[in-house]
């Protein structure tokens, strides 16, 4: 077994519950701590808070698919994407702040 892998901190596949308001409905969203600081680290990128993020996520996903079947499960293939390079266009984010404003 690789070491990189099994010896890595217990704290960053932690679960841990935040609460998030999307469509004007508090719900609780459980992620591992590694998958938060991704996700803080992509909002900052995004010029908008976690939760702010998380939302306009949420709906435009929405807008696209119809639904969204498991969205903590999204929530981490869209840190995959993000580790695997994929970014935003300069368009994309500005669209993304208006529609969070």
Known sequence: MC???AG?????YRQINRSI???GHSTSIQLEATFWALLD???AGQGLTTPKFIS???EEALEINGAIPNFASMLR?????Y???ARPAAADIAAC???AA
Not at 8 to 12: A, H, L, V
Not at 77 to 81: G, R
């Open 97 to 99: 702040q208006r529609r």
């Open 77 to 81: 293939t869209t840190c995959a994407l």
């Open 56 to 58: 306009t996520l949420y």
């Open 83 to 85: 580790l695997r390079g």
């Open 41 to 43: 680290e992509i909002a």
């Open 3 to 5: 070491r990189v892998f």
């Open 21 to 23: 308001r999307i469509g």
């Open 8 to 12: 890595q901190d217990p704290e960053g």
